[in-house]
């Protein structure tokens, strides 16, 4: 952890270029280091507009992203949705991770690509090279991945600033009231849990939009609208109003329930994917039908 603080020179000073010029690293480095959570500000992690003030104690982490590096290996169950020259989209099986870190020795999407012979021409951290959107190691679904330059810095600002659709299906125990609503709840480190998140005072902004597709005697299928991308975000939100998602042990999901559902996994799948293409400027929209593991556990729910 590289620790600083801010001399009164650089007060006023976006966040994301103050550590730059402190750290002598590059502000698009500084940006993936804020979006993964590696950038504390007075303790607390921020976003690239946040400011910095004279004092100010600036933490980050360099460490921990030059630690992993992109192994090319083919993942059983990859599928491309869609290839050209600025991106590609996947569709991401479950027990995958986005891209490698610590603590993470299984198969991720860049070193499926890499394994697939897909050059990603982009600026960033090597290991996260073309990374603009995430889904959790135990989320299936549709993933977009940029391979040029122009690509990724059209897309990472298209994310960052919440115009992409990101339309996620979830099974949580339970139905939720109202049936249609939406959570706001900051989101931020679990005060107990280095490895989990939290709605907690001070956290991150973060806001979730869902509706209720189909209720069952036990279980709701709920169609998810992501306002915002926090970590984690679907999971906490639905915990914090009563309602994990089934096979999810980490956010206080019923094990007995996962066991009937035949879930080793969250019933969590990124279905619809949309935003605007950054080399055609058109609209663009994937789907992606659920796996397996997730059609058998509704078929279980729906009495089949």
Do not use: C
Not at 85 to 104: E, I, M, Y
Not at 108 to 119: E, I, S
Not at 183 to 203: N, Q
Request: cysteine-free; aromatic content about 4%; overall charge negative.
């Amino acid at each position: 952890m590289s620790v600083h603080l801010v001399p009164d020179g650089l007060a006023g000073e976006r966040v994301d270029a103050a550590a730059s010029r402190m750290t002598g690293v590059s502000r698009s480095r500084v940006a993936d280091l804020i979006e993964s959570g590696g950038v504390l500000l007075n303790g607390r992690p921020v976003s690239k507009s946040d400011r910095v003030a004279g004092g100010d104690l600036l933490e980050l982490d360099l460490g921990a992203p030059s630690a992993a590096e992109v192994v090319p290996t083919l993942v059983e169950g990859m599928t491309i949705v869609h290839d050209d020259a600025d991106l590609v989209v996947v569709d991401k099986p479950a027990g995958v991770a986005a891209h490698p870190s610590l603590g993470w020795d299984g198969p991720d999407v860049l070193g499926h690509l890499a394994a697939a012979g897909f050059r990603i021409s982009t600026s960033g951290a090597p290991e996260r090279r073309g990374i603009v959107q995430r889904l959790d190691v135990g989320t299936s679904g549709l993933m977009v991945v940029a391979k040029s330059e122009p690509a990724y810095t059209a897309l990472k600002r298209a994310f960052r600033d919440r115009t992409p659709l990101k339309v996620y299906h979830a099974l949580v125990q339970g139905h939720p009231d109202p049936f249609t609503g939406t959570i706001e709840a900051p989101i931020g480190r679990h005060p107990g849990h280095d490895w989990k998140m939290a709605v907690v005072a001070g956290g991150r902004h973060a806001v979730t939009h869902y509706e209720t597709l189909e209720a069952f005697r036990s279980t709701t299928l709920l169609e998810v609208h992501l306002e915002t991308g926090r970590t984690h975000q679907i999971r906490v939100h639905l915990q914090a109003i009563g309602r994990p998602i089934a096979g999810d042990p980490l956010y206080g999901s019923d094990p007995v329930l996962a066991a009937r559902l035949g879930l080793v996994r969250q019933w969590l799948h990124a279905t619809r994917l949309g935003f605007t293409h950054p080399g055609s400027g058109e609209w663009v929209e994937f789907q992606s039908d659920y796996p397996p593991d997730l059609a058998h556990a509704l078929d279980v729910v729906r009495g089949r």
